[in-house]
């Protein structure tokens, strides 16, 4: 069986996110994917908007119509910093024999290097490498020699120019964020209010 783990703040998760999650189902003839909000993401300073409880439960209202979506509190039930090394050992040990991948975008491969104890992570999983520009990550690939000793593909996937501080900061100012996020993820943040949404939003 083959599983991708999808780690990220999901602050709130958009329709690029299920669009490459249901991309690397395809690609990688996958037996589901796993969505793990974080709680303390490494090597990221900024504070999250939204709290894990509502971040978990956005995620989990986005992907409900999906099978193969699955939703995982591990890291926000663990008040510990999300290091990805312990996030893929705890799945490891639940999926001894399968193969497991790493799901993770331009921003984070470029700071891969820097990731907790990243050699022995890279030899639980395979990385797949969603690139916005597929030749500007290859270059960036090609030379640097750390990338020769870890597992990785780079998965040739839709442009998708959405962000959740787009999302974020649409709502604070009352711009619509139709088609950004389902429909059931814009219902919750306009039930509790969240990323400053006001009454007078579209």
């Known amino acids: 069986m083959k599983i991708a783990l999808y780690g990220g703040s999901f602050d709130p998760i958009h329709i690029g996110h299920l669009i490459t999650a249901s991309y690397a189902l395809d690609f990688y003839n996958l037996e589901k994917v796993i969505f793990i909000p974080s709680h303390i993401t490494p090597l990221k300073e900024r504070i999250l908007n939204a709290s894990d409880k509502d971040r978990a439960k956005m995620v989990s209202l986005s992907i ?53 104890n990243i050699i022995e992570l890279s030899k639980m999983v395979t990385f797949i490498f969603v690139a916005r520009n597929e030749e500007s990550l290859r270059n960036i690939i090609k030379n640097d020699d750390f990338y020769k000793s870890i597992s990785y593909e780079i998965m040739p996937s839709p442009i998708i120019e959405i962000s959740s501080s787009l999302i974020r900061d649409n709502i604070k100012n009352n711009k619509n964020v139709d088609y950004m996020i389902t429909k059931e993820c814009k219902n919750y943040i306009e039930e509790l209010s969240l990323y400053g949404f006001s009454r007078n939003s579209k």
């Open 64 to 116: 409900e119509s999906n099978r193969k979506f699955e939703l995982s509190d591990y890291e926000i039930k663990n008040s510990a910093i999300s290091y990805s090394f312990n996030t893929v050992k705890y799945f490891k040990g639940f999926y001894p024999n399968d193969k497991l991948y790493f799901i993770i975008g331009t921003d984070r491969i470029k700071d891969l290097k820097k990731w907790y």
